[in-house]
């Protein structure tokens, strides 16, 4: 039974595996209009206020958004000394990254426009991980201090000691990620960097700061489920931001590479109508297609449980690398991704734990 159940969340993690140190820059990989996007906040209008000038920041224009994200990268890439070649291998890419693909699937309500709708569910929940960790980053000293406004739209907070009030845990978790990265090289000390370093010194707190902005958005944004076009996406999105959980603990890397992989693999390119529910639409791709069909059927009754086991897992660096092969390779084999699971179980149990769990 257990057995039984493993094989669901993991065949909706399916993914192939590519090689995933091989180093890649090509513009396709970037969101959509990266290159336009303001890398510091001297690209933002200038405003001439009454008695002081700023900058004005529009989180509701998807060029503005994708700009916080980019100053995002921007300051964190020299914290991450694995970045020397590319900036593709910050970490921090699953973010604009995900949003990219939030605007071109037009779930930003955007209809060929930069203009995102306050009525779409994804897009207010993802302001939780845009804004958030921009203010955070901010307030801590990584982005050079410059008079700045926020555009308030509706309830959405603008400032720090407002978004402190509406979403706190989030607040905290990214902050003290921005506090682990500006001590990295003491984590680092004076080993070589590899993926037991990364998994450690980075993909940790950055997992924790993740799921914290999903997990305490969702509350915020119930309003806008009325909006989604159907049923069909609304299981899609409340269902994927249920298993962000299981995802997260296996700590898998979260690079630009990696993270359009997982895209590609198992993400719809456009919303889901109510003919997708049988999971036969001709057009999305296979592994889209099963990935739904596993996640429309997963027994979310059963998620505390599965969470439970799915943490014992996941506990130690070698038992997380075979969970994230046994995802990988579930789409290929399953007898393999089988093999991986079983290695799995063994680092688990006879290998020393390295969080609690
Ligand atoms: C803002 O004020 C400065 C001088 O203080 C002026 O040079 C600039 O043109 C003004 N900009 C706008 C948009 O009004
Ligand atoms: C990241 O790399 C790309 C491609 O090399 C470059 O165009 C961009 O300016 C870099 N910085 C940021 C913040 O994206
Ligand atoms: C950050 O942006 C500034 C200004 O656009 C640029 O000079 C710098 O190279 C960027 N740094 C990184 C790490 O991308
Ligand atoms: C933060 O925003 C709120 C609401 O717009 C405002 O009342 C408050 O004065 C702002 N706080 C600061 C420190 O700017
Ligand atoms: C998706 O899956 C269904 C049922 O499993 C199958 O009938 C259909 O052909 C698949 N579609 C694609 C594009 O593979």
């Not at 890439?77 to 070649?85: E, L, N």
């Amino acid at each position: 039974m257990r057995i039984l159940i493993f094989f669901s969340i993991i065949s909706w993690f399916s993914i192939i595996n590519i090689n995933a140190d091989e180093v890649i820059d090509e513009e396709s990989f970037y969101p959509p209009y990266w290159y336009l996007a303001a890398s510091s906040l001297d690209d933002f209008p200038l405003i001439n206020g009454s008695s002081s000038q700023y900058r004005l920041i529009d989180p509701w224009s998807y060029l503005h958004r994708l700009g916080l994200y980019k100053i995002l990268i921007n300051i964190t890439t020299p914290y991450m000394p694995f970045c020397s070649s590319s900036n593709a291998s910050n970490i921090l890419f699953a973010l604009p990254s995900q949003f990219g693909w939030l605007f071109s699937s037009n779930r930003l309500f955007t209809y060929g426009t930069m203009r995102i709708s306050t009525h779409s569910w994804w897009a207010s929940a993802n302001y939780y991980l845009s804004v958030i960790p921009f203010l955070v980053a901010m307030d801590i000293g990584l982005i050079k201090r410059e008079p700045f406004r926020i555009i308030q739209r509706e309830n959405f907070c603008t400032n720090f000691s407002e978004c402190f009030n509406q979403i706190p845990d989030a607040m905290i978790q990214w902050y003290r990620f921005f506090y682990h990265l500006q001590q990295s090289s003491l984590c680092i000390g004076h080993k070589k960097i590899d993926k037991r370093i990364i998994d450690k010194c980075y993909l940790t707190h950055m997992w924790i700061a993740y799921k914290s902005s999903i997990y305490n958005s969702l509350p915020l944004v119930t309003s806008k489920l009325q909006y989604l076009p159907t049923n069909v996406e609304k299981s899609f999105g409340l269902g994927w931001a249920k298993l962000i959980n299981l995802i997260s603990m296996t700590r898998k890397n979260t690079n630009l590479y990696e993270t359009i992989k997982n895209q590609r693999r198992f993400l719809p390119f456009r919303m889901l109508r109510k003919s997708d529910r049988k999971a036969d639409s001709k057009d999305l791709s296979d592994s889209v297609n099963r990935s739904l069909k596993v996640l429309f059927s997963f027994r979310f009754d059963w998620l505390l449980f599965i969470e439970k086991v799915w943490g014992r897992l996941t506990c130690n660096f070698d038992s997380r690398l075979n969970a994230q092969y046994t995802l990988d390779t579930m789409a290929v084999s399953k007898l393999v991704a089988l093999q991986y699971l079983a290695k799995t179980t063994f680092y688990a149990f006879f290998y020393k734990c390295d969080r609690l769990y």
